[in-house]
Nanobody
């Protein structure tokens, strides 16, 4: 059973940067799509970015040009570099592993890391 642990969240001012990490254990994730999701209070969870096993990435429109998703298969770790942060980016951020491609169901989820951006 894959276990995911996020880290790197925190409080920053608008315009600042954070780098989130998601360390996987209990299994190898290199063959699967992985993604970052976020959920703000009172809002539905939304997909932020995905990266498939070939390294192809997708981003939700609101973070394009500001966030970068990457993965280090040797370390079994997923990253999200977040630059030019805005107050609207405030949310709990979760990483997840899909069952196969990025169109598959996400079967494993981390506990989340809080990101708070102040104006």
């Amino acid at each position: 059973q894959v276990q995911l642990r996020e880290s790197g969240g925190g409080s920053v001012q608008a315009g600042g940067s954070l780098r989130l990490s998601c360390a996987a254990s209990g299994g190898t994730t290199s063959s699967y799509c992985m993604g970052w999701f976020r959920q703000a209070p009172g809002k539905e969870r939304e997909g932020v970015a995905t990266i498939n096993s070939y390294g192809a990435t997708t981003y939700t429109n609101s973070v394009k040009g500001r966030f970068t998703i990457s993965r280090d298969n040797a370390k079994n770790t997923l990253y999200l570099q977040m630059n030019s942060l805005k107050p609207d980016d405030t949310a709990m951020y979760y990483c997840a592993v899909a069952g196969g491609s990025c169109y598959s169901r996400y079967n494993y989820w981390g506990q989340g890391t809080q990101v708070t951006v102040s104006s």
